[in-house]
């Protein structure tokens, strides 16, 4: 169906060029290169291919790509016939494609190609000297049946001045394939003369040689060349599911002048399998534009072939298909199906055989709907119906299609209707005022137009004032009649009941000290709260509490407590230093125990000495000191935290020149460092031993108490830094120690 579709839209395009020769009858040439994205696949597929069977592989001067070259095109003989003897088709010149267009009006038509330059072995072999303007379109093709044929007319400039010399252009039909008498086409030439082995060519076909092939074409109207041959056809047996290649060439002889070309019919490439459709009996091509098929009834679809190789399958439009040659549908709905035969061949998959056709679907059947009241008649096509009921007629047929008429009869009843009816003090209905409660009816027609009536039961109500409700309550609100009331006094509600009447309602309200507090506390550590034990919360959550007051109403504290927590800081480091001139200053690093604590809180470090300096660090939790005067000094860390629980920690830090009151027998040893399993700590003194990690966790602790030394065992301890704070004496060492594993 593709190939059907794009030979329309050619055709459409080639027929609308052909407009501007006001119906004079012209050759149209469209060269492939303006054929949007056209290749030498599209112009076989579309062009010359018929029924039986497939093709590919196919190239015009050895490429496969989009066609680019002006030598090769569509033509078409526009509104009315030339005396080309072929309508449409495919041309292959020497020249631009367009150089066969007439009247013949030169006879010596020269138009360059757009060709790069090409060379062919076959033309080469048969050429009497070099070759110029190659033109080469070749694909390869599978046949379904013993014989293939196709159409072709050979023209030139060349005629008659250049008939019997070196000068001739050549072209031919290389064959390349299995014979079936035997052997193989060994790239053979099938440009023959009817009955004959001599190749067509400007030599062998002329005025003076095989004249009855030959139309001499001076001052001709529709055509450019000098002559040409009548329509020659190409047959030729071949092995059915073989594959053939077959190469349709054309070239100049010695110059490139006097361009020549070869046209080959639209569609004419085929093989001799018969095929065709019908749908009920009728023959596909010969079922009428304005022709329709019944809805819901069976059709027979039949397929008319003499193939036995391949599954033939009927897709009907609808979504649904069947397998086989003569197969039945019934189609549920009115519509435009596109009908495809599919012959498909099992094996190559490249290609099938379509035929398709439109068709219309009608229903045909009618319905109509009636009604009557009881006691009357109906007439419909000539009978009288009195009863409700569906009723079927059948009408003379259309298009072998019995026309189907239906009647949805309905008979309605005379009928009495009840309606209730409340109202407060009175009533109005079709005219009347009621007063009164009772029965009352009326006389009418129903929405059918059947006689009515109508029966009322009336029901008439008065207004109703109810006692006065006294009300006490501890509450600090009373909820009546859909409404909270805070505030003691006399309230009064209005509702109507079902008849709308009104109903009058009273409230006297008194209402006692209570209340009921909600409240949201954000603390720190801890909040008072009189059920807690201890008397505070320190934890986060919904709190609760019920008492009473002194007039013995309720009184209720509902709590929505945060409670943060104070960070706990605690500064690691020397609080005893020495320093030797400003020149050479003291260096100490300080660190906060527990920093995993502080993951979301900021840290600030600060000094009361402001000749002493601080340098940032990359870690906040640490930080180092440079001591640069003798003295004392505050060292402080705060930590704001997102909670708003900050704290600060200060530690007082005393400064002193090198050696002064250094005793060495006071010196603290820490080694190996690096470490491994052990840690040695030597000092004539040793109160305590404190082993943080780089977080600033607390791993290690001994209480020792005047020891002059101590071991920490490390196996526990993964690889790492570690800071060793040793308290001896009045002094305190920190110590950096790799750990390594």
């Not at 001067?61 to 989009?66: I, T």
């Not at 290649?245 to 070239?251: E, L, N, V």
């Not at 860390?637 to 060495?664: K, L, M, R």
Request: glycine share 8%.
């Amino acid at each position: 169906m593709k190939r059907i579709i794009l030979m329309v839209f050619l055709m459409t395009f080639l027929l609308a060029s052909a407009l501007v020769n006001e119906a004079k009858a012209q050759l149209v040439v469209t060269e492939a290169s303006s054929l949007n994205g056209w290749t030498a696949d599209s112009l076989v597929r579309n062009i010359l291919l018929d029924n039986g069977l497939s093709i590919s592989n196919a190239k015009f001067n050895g490429s496969s790509g989009v066609i680019n070259c002006n030598s090769i095109g569509v033509f078409d003989t526009g509104n009315e016939p030339t005396n080309l003897g072929i309508s449409s088709g495919l041309i292959i010149a020497t020249g631009a494609a367009t150089v066969a267009v007439g009247p013949n009006n030169n006879g010596s038509l020269n138009m360059p190609t757009t060709c790069p330059g090409y060379s062919d072995p076959q033309l080469t072999g048969i050429a009497s000297g070099e070759t110029h303007d190659v033109a080469v379109l070749e694909f390869d093709f599978v046949p379904w049946s013993d014989t293939l044929s196709f159409k072709f007319v050979f023209g030139s400039e060349e005629y008659m001045e250049y008939a019997n010399s070196q000068y001739n252009d050549v072209f031919g039909f290389f064959l390349q394939g299995q014979n079936p008498a035997g052997g193989i086409y060994d790239n053979q030439n099938m440009a023959l003369i009817p009955r004959t082995n001599e190749v067509v060519s400007i030599n062998n076909v002329n005025l003076n040689h095989n004249g009855q092939y030959y139309v001499d074409n001076t001052n001709g109207q529709t055509i450019q060349f000098d002559g040409f041959t009548i329509p020659l056809e190409v047959m030729f047996p071949v092995v059915p599911m073989t594959t053939y290649h077959i190469k349709f060439a054309i070239c100049d002889v010695i110059d490139n002048e006097l361009d020549s070309g070869v046209f080959i019919e639209a569609q004419s490439f085929t093989t001799n399998l018969a095929y065709s459709m019908t749908i009920d009996t009728l023959l596909y091509n010969d079922i009428p534009d304005d022709y329709y098929f019944c809805a819901n009834r069976m059709i027979e679809f039949n397929t008319l072939t003499d193939w036995q190789y391949d599954d033939l399958i009927w897709y009907f439009g609808d979504g649904s298909s069947a397998v086989g040659a003569n197969v039945t549908h019934v189609y549920q709905e009115e519509g435009f199906y596109d009908v495809l035969n599919v012959l498909h061949n099992p094996h190559r998959s490249l290609d099938s055989i379509y035929l398709n056709k439109t068709i219309e679907v009608k229903s045909i059947h009618s319905e109509s709907a009636a009604s009557i009241c009881r006691g009357e008649s109906y007439e419909w096509n000539g009978n009288l119906y009195s009863e409700s009921g569906i009723y079927i007629d059948t009408l003379d047929a259309v298009m072998y299609c019995d026309s189907i008429v239906t009647l949805n009869l309905t008979v309605f009843e005379s009928d009495t209707t009840s309606l209730e009816a409340t109202s407060c003090n009175s009533y109005e209905w079709n005219g009347h005022t009621y007063y009164q409660s009772g029965v009352y009816f009326s006389y009418e027609q129903n929405v059918h137009g059947c006689d009515s009536v109508i029966k009322l039961n009336l029901n008439i109500g008065n207004t109703t004032i109810y006692p006065v409700e006294t009300v006490h309550t501890c509450s600090n609100n009373y909820y009546w009649h859909g409404q909270y009331y805070a505030q003691d006094g006399l309230y009064y509600d209005t509702i109507y009941d079902a008849a709308g009447c009104e109903e009058i309602y009273t409230l006297d309200l008194s209402l006692s000290e209570a209340y009921h507090i909600n409240l949201t506390e954000t603390v720190c550590d801890r909040y008072p709260w009189p059920s807690a034990e201890g008397g505070y919360l320190t934890e986060t959550g919904l709190y609760h509490y019920e008492g009473a007051t002194v007039l013995g109403c309720d009184s209720i504290v509902d709590l929505d407590l945060t409670v943060g927590k104070t960070p706990d800081l605690h500064i690691v480091g020397l609080t005893i230093v020495e320093v030797a001139s400003d020149v050479c200053p003291g260096i100490y690093n300080y660190f906060i125990s527990d920093s995993l604590e502080l993951a979301q809180c900021t840290v600030q470090w600060s000094c009361s000495e402001p000749q002493w300096m601080l340098l940032p660090n990359s870690d906040p939790y640490c930080c180092t000191l440079i001591v640069r005067t003798l003295g004392s000094a505050e060292l402080k860390a705060t930590a704001s935290c997102p909670s708003g629980c900050d704290d600060e920690y200060t530690i007082e830090i005393f400064s002193s020149n090198i050696g002064v009151g250094e005793v060495d027998e006071n010196k603290v040893k820490v080694y190996p460092n690096p470490a491994n399993d052990v840690i040695n700590i030597e000092a004539n003194y040793i109160d305590r031993i404190e082993m943080y990690d780089v977080y600033g966790q607390l791993v290690k602790e001994l209480h020792l108490g005047k020891a002059a030394s101590a071991t920490i065992n490390t196996c526990d301890l993964q690889g790492g830094i570690y800071f060793i704070e040793v308290s001896a004496i009045d002094r305190k060492i920190v110590e950096r120690v790799i750990i390594s594993k």
